[in-house]
């Protein structure tokens, strides 16, 4: 019989995983293959969401569209979807701020097509914070939909994407690095998110990869936040002079998610150039 190390035996097991990985995962180019691969997008029944959805579903992966209360537009975007290709999404209610709903969302996501290979945390409250003003609720949704969801669906999530090699996109914000003024809870809270990005991609290593997208000017609040000449300011302040679209934010996470192999616990600012000067 021959005689082996345990020091050997490990570093054989290593390259025997990293070799079954790169098979599975990755094609000839080294481009993550997303065929019928499955991604949870939170928040994705309508805006920013709805776009991500949408281009990784173009790209060939099978989406399950999570919703709060927007049920007409998420029944919407799965009827689409499974319209240009048959049994390729499905819709899942799960209220964020309900710790103990967020395992459930997690095990009925990967019930939907017998897996789970991505997450993206995208659903988020925004609105603003003056100190002074700051309460108790505003905390509860803030910190809860901007990090302590993310934080506890990943932790539930976790072992499905581990089994799969898999990977997450946490949206974040240009403003968890630099503040905006009026906003410091959810500024706080999109920090706080950008730093878990950075510890979950130690923590999940090496078999998940863990990035963020930090959107920039890209599609004004609905509750008219913003007047005509901040939003003109703030486009003005971008080297690009221009607003970004939410298809911007969707191609910058199906480069992670698709393009992106050896890529972990990075942050992309699809802002224009705005922060290059801020």
């Known amino acids: 019989m021959p005689l082996t190390t345990p020091g050997r035996d490990a570093a ?5 995983w990293r070799k079954s990985v790169k098979i599975q995962f990755l ?7 997303v065929n019928d691969k499955v991604v949870l997008v939170t928040g994705a029944a309508k805006r920013v969401g709805r776009a991500i959805a949408r281009e990784l579903h173009a790209s060939g992966a099978r989406i399950v569209v999570h919703y709060r209360s ?17 049994a390729s999404a499905s819709a899942i209610h799960a209220d964020l701020l309900d710790m103990a709903q967020l395992p459930k969302l997690a095990h009925d996501a990967h019930a939907c097509f017998g897996r789970l290979d991505a ?15 700051i309460d108790e609720a505003a905390w509860t949704d803030l910190i809860g939909s901007n990090l302590k969801a993310p934080l506890f669906l990943t932790q539930a999530a976790a072992p499905y994407l581990r089994a799969a090699g ?10 968890a690095e630099r503040p905006l ?10 920090a706080g998110l950008l730093g878990l990005t950075r510890a979950l991609a130690i923590e999940l290593a090496p078999q998940v990869r863990v990035n963020a997208v930090a959107p920039g000017p890209i ?25 970004g679209g939410p298809v911007d934010i969707a191609r910058a996470v199906r480069f992670l998610l698709c393009d992106a192999p050896y890529v972990t616990g990075q942050v992309i600012n699809v802002d224009g150039g705005r922060t290059a000067h801020l």
């Not at 094609?27 to 293959?33: A, E, I, K, N």
């Not at 609905?222 to 971008?238: K, L, M, P």
Request: hydrophobic share 40%; aromatic share 6%; net charge positive.
């Open 166 to 175: 898999g990977a997450i996109v946490n949206i974040t914000d240009i403003h």
């Open 12 to 16: 054989a097991r290593r390259r025997h």
């Open 27 to 33: 094609g000839r180019s080294g481009r993550v293959q």
């Open 119 to 133: 997450l993206v945390n995208n659903a988020s409250s925004f609105f603003p914070t003056p100190v002074g003003q």
């Open 181 to 190: 003024a009026g906003y410091p809870l959810y500024c706080a809270a999109k």
């Open 219 to 243: 599609m004004w609040p609905g509750d008219d936040a913003f007047s005509d000449d901040e939003r003109q300011r703030i486009v003005a302040h971008t080297l690009l002079k221009r607003e």
């Open 70 to 86: 927007a049920s007409a537009d998420a029944a919407a975007l799965v009827a689409a979807l499974n319209a240009q290709r048959p």
